[in-house]
Each structure stands twice: as C-alpha cells, then as structure tokens.
C-alpha cells in the first residue's frame, strides 16, 4: 500500500519554492510545496486543470484572478481550469502547502 | 474566490458515516469523511478513479487490496483506480478525513 506522512515531506531551499511529488497518475498530481518567506508561485493558468492547495503550516496570499487573499493553516483553495492563480509568502515564517491538481498535465497530449 | 476550513466542515452521525463536500468539477471532487467509532466506508473499488484519503484527526484502518494499516493523522494513502479500497473506525474516538477523487464519477457517461 502507498502511503506517505505529509510532516516529514518538505524540503526548502533559498532559491526557489521547492515542489515534492507525493503520488501521481494520469488522473492527478499530489505535491507538497515549500516556500521560504518572499518566495512564491507566480500567477498561472492551466486551460483544463483544476487545482486546490491546503496550508499545512503558516499562511500564504493566494491569487485567483482579480482576488487575493491572505490564509492561514487548515483553509483549502480552489483554483478551477482557466483561472489565473498563484500564492506568495509574504510573512515571516515558512508556508507548507499540499496541491492537488487534476487531470494531470504532464500526461496530457 | 472559493476556500472553504477543513477544521470546520465536520458532521458525524451515529447511524452512518458522513460525507460533506467542499470542491467538486468534472474532473475531482474533494470531500471531508466522518466516521464515529465502529463506522466504515465498506471495501469497495471504482474502475477508473484514483482516490486519495488524508488523516485529519483521529486513526483509521485502511484497506487497499490484499493490505491493511493502522494510519493516523498527517498520512496520506493512495487508493489506485481498480483497487479494493476502504477505510474502518477501530478506534474509540472521531475519525475525520480529507478525501480527493478523480475523475469525478458524477459525470461519467
């Protein structure tokens, strides 16, 4: 059986938001992503993908298009297929957050 | 911009588990399980979608085919599409669970 601790998976690194890979198909991706303080995901569309994040630890701002808004541990975000969406660490403290994204890109055609 | 708490979104009942849905598109949905003492979601399987299932609080029992494990919070556990999968209360107290599927079986035609 595959099954991972979501507390021991993190990995930062003072160069950039660092992304681990917790399970992935076809159908979907499971990533853990770290951010130093400054550090971000800058804002992006997917035309078919959806995604949601969960902070684990800290507390981010997320974009979804013309919104922002700052959210802290145990709040989900979902960004739907064709939003601009982002986050950005702009506390003091790291931001941990578990992303789900669906269907999975890199097996798209 | 849809974000919802995870710590908030729970309701148990004594005559079965309950399910509460934060976030669903045609291509995941994204639930919370609350399971009180001695329920289950019976073994079961799904053809095509992949689930994953989070420990929020508490400890469950979780089956993937021929295996089972005691996981407590903070683990994730991978269901592949085709597999035998469920997960059982044991414990004495709430189980409460963070659940991702995909593709969403809602709209399959």
Redesign the interface.
């Known amino acids: ?7 021991t998976a993190a990995k930062y690194s003072t160069e950039k938001m660092q992304k681990i890979n ?2 992935e ?1 076809r ?2 991706f ?1 990533d853990i992503y770290c951010l130093e303080p400054g550090q971000e995901q800058k804002v992006h569309a997917h035309h078919t ?2 995604k ?1 994040y ?1 902070v684990l630890e800290g507390s981010g701002e ?1 974009i ?2 013309d ?3 700052e ?1 802290g541990e ?5 960004a ?2 064709g939003s601009n969406h982002g986050v950005r660490n702009r506390s003091e403290s790291r931001l941990r957050l ?1 992303v ?1 994204m ?2 999975n890109p890199n097996f798209s055609s």
């Open positions: 059986m595959e099954y991972k601790d979501i507390l917790l399970f198909t159908n979907f499971c993908e959806d949601i969960l997320f979804v298009d919104e922002s808004i959210l145990n709040k989900t975000v979902f739907p297929a578990l789900f669906t269907p």
